[in-house]
C-alpha cells in the first residue's frame, strides 16, 4: 500500500490517459499581483475536492483518467523561450496521445497563445470561448506586442481563431472600436466546435474571486458563471486552460474556484 497523495487520487500514465493536466507558472507580463504560484495552488485545491459529484452519480477524477505532467518550465522575462516550451510541451503531449483533453493553469493570460498555437496546429480553426473581465485584444501593450493583455489579437491575427467573449466589462476605447472588425462576438448562440476554452479568473466578481492580477468589479456571481460554462461543455472542447490565478497560499477563494472549473467541466464534458 502506498499511502501518499497526488494532484488527483489516481492518475495514469499520459498514453492511457484521457485528461492531461499542466501548469504554466509564467508571470513576467503580470502588472498586478504575481500569478506565479496558480498552479500550485490551484493544484493543491485539486487535492481538497470530493471527486465524487452527486448530481450525475460519477467519480469523476477516477471515470477521467487524469496525468498530471507537472509545470513547465518557463525561462523568467523571456516570452519568445517560454512560448516555444509551451508550445512544444502541448505538441508532445498531444503526440503521445492524440485524444489527450489538455487542461493548463496559469500563469498570465499570455500562456494561451502558446497553447493555443500546438491546438490550432492539430485541430485547424478554434473558436476560443474566452471568460474575463477584459476584452485582452490591445496589439501591444507600452510597445510590446507580447502581454497578457494582449494575447487575444495575436490568436486572431496570427493564429486564425474566433473569439467568443463572455463577462467582458473593461475594455480600452482602442479595444471597443476593434471589436467591429475583428471575429469577436458575446454570445454561445451559434457557437460551433472544436471549441478551446480559457477562464481568467478574474470573470468573477473580486468578492468571489479576490485573488487575480487585475481585480474589476461587478463581475460574474459562481452560479452566473457555472450555468454558462455548462452551455460551453455541450460542445466538442479540444482543450482550456485556467489563468491570473494569483493565490499565495492554500484554499485561497479562487484556487478553490479554479479546481471546482477543472471538476465540473471534466463532469460536465463527459456527459455531452
Ligand atoms: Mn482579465
Same mark, same amino acid.
Given at each position: 500500500?502506498?499511502?501518499?497523495?497526488?494532484?488527483?487520487?489516481?492518475?495514469?500514465?499520459?498514453?492511457?490517459?484521457?485528461?492531461?493536466?499542466?501548469?504554466?507558472?509564467? $508571470?513576467?507580463?503580470?502588472?498586478?499581483?504575481?500569478?506565479?504560484?496558480?498552479?500550485?495552488?490551484?493544484?493543491?485545491?485539486?487535492?481538497?475536492?470530493?471527486?465524487?459529484?452527486?448530481?450525475?452519480?460519477?467519480?469523476?477524477?477516477?471515470?477521467?483518467?487524469?496525468?498530471?505532467?507537472?509545470?513547465?518550465?518557463?525561462?523568467?522575462?523571456?516570452?519568445?523561450?517560454?512560448?516555444?516550451?509551451?508550445?512544444?510541451?502541448?505538441?508532445?503531449?498531444?503526440?503521445?496521445?492524440?485524444?489527450?483533453?489538455?487542461?493548463?493553469?496559469?500563469?498570465?493570460?499570455?500562456?494561451?497563445?502558446?497553447?493555443?498555437?500546438?491546438?490550432?496546429?492539430?485541430?485547424?480553426?478554434?473558436?476560443?470561448?474566452?471568460? $474575463?473581465?477584459?476584452?485582452?485584444?490591445?496589439?501591444?501593450?507600452?510597445?510590446?506586442?507580447?502581454?497578457?493583455?494582449?494575447?487575444?489579437?495575436?490568436?486572431?491575427?496570427?493564429?486564425?481563431?474566433?473569439?467568443?467573449?463572455?463577462?467582458?466589462?473593461?475594455?480600452?476605447?482602442?479595444?471597443?472600436?476593434?471589436?467591429?472588425?475583428?471575429?469577436?462576438?458575446?454570445?454561445?448562440?451559434?457557437?460551433?466546435?472544436?471549441?478551446?476554452?480559457?477562464? $481568467?479568473?478574474?470573470?468573477? $466578481?473580486?468578492?468571489?474571486?479576490?485573488?487575480?492580477?487585475?481585480?474589476?468589479?461587478?463581475?460574474?456571481?459562481?452560479?452566473?458563471?457555472?450555468?454558462?460554462?455548462?452551455?460551453?461543455?455541450?460542445?466538442?472542447?479540444?482543450?482550456?486552460?485556467?489563468?491570473?490565478?494569483?493565490?499565495?497560499?492554500?484554499?485561497?477563494?479562487?484556487?478553490?474556484?479554479?479546481?471546482?472549473?477543472?471538476?465540473?467541466?471534466?463532469?460536465?464534458?463527459?456527459?455531452?
Amino acid at each position: 500500500m502506498l499511502y501518499t497523495s497526488r494532484t488527483f487520487p489516481l492518475e495514469y500514465p499520459l498514453a492511457e490517459a484521457d485528461v492531461v493536466l499542466a501548469g504554466v507558472p509564467w $508571470d513576467s507580463t503580470e502588472i498586478g499581483k504575481s500569478v506565479k504560484h496558480g498552479p500550485l495552488f490551484i493544484r493543491e485545491a485539486l487535492k481538497g475536492l470530493e471527486g465524487f459529484d452527486p448530481e450525475t452519480g460519477v467519480h469523476v477524477f477516477a471515470q477521467a483518467k487524469p496525468c498530471d505532467l507537472g509545470d513547465v518550465e518557463v525561462v523568467p522575462g523571456n516570452w519568445g523561450l517560454t512560448k516555444e516550451r509551451i508550445t512544444d510541451t502541448v505538441r508532445a503531449a498531444l503526440v503521445a496521445n492524440p485524444t489527450v483533453f489538455p487542461i493548463v493553469l496559469g500563469g498570465d493570460h499570455l500562456i494561451t497563445l502558446g497553447i493555443l498555437e500546438s491546438l490550432v496546429a492539430a485541430h485547424g480553426k478554434l473558436t476560443v470561448v474566452h471568460f $474575463d473581465a477584459h476584452r485582452d485584444l490591445s496589439p501591444d501593450w507600452l510597445g510590446e506586442p507580447y502581454a497578457h493583455i494582449t494575447w487575444g489579437y495575436h490568436a486572431i491575427k496570427s493564429l486564425g481563431v474566433r473569439l467568443v467573449q463572455l463577462g467582458v466589462r473593461s475594455s480600452t476605447e482602442e479595444e471597443h472600436a476593434l471589436i467591429r472588425e475583428l471575429p469577436v462576438t458575446s454570445s454561445l448562440a451559434g457557437l460551433e466546435g472544436p471549441v478551446y476554452l480559457t477562464v $481568467d479568473l478574474d470573470v468573477f $466578481d473580486p468578492g468571489f474571486a479576490p485573488e487575480v492580477g487585475t481585480p474589476e468589479p461587478l463581475g460574474m456571481s459562481p452560479p452566473e458563471f457555472f450555468a454558462l460554462l455548462r452551455q460551453v461543455c455541450q460542445h466538442r472542447l479540444v482543450g482550456m486552460d485556467i489563468v491570473e490565478c494569483a493565490a499565495d497560499r492554500v484554499n485561497t477563494p479562487t484556487a478553490l474556484l479554479g479546481a471546482q472549473i477543472i471538476k465540473k467541466v471534466l463532469v460536465w464534458r463527459g456527459k455531452r
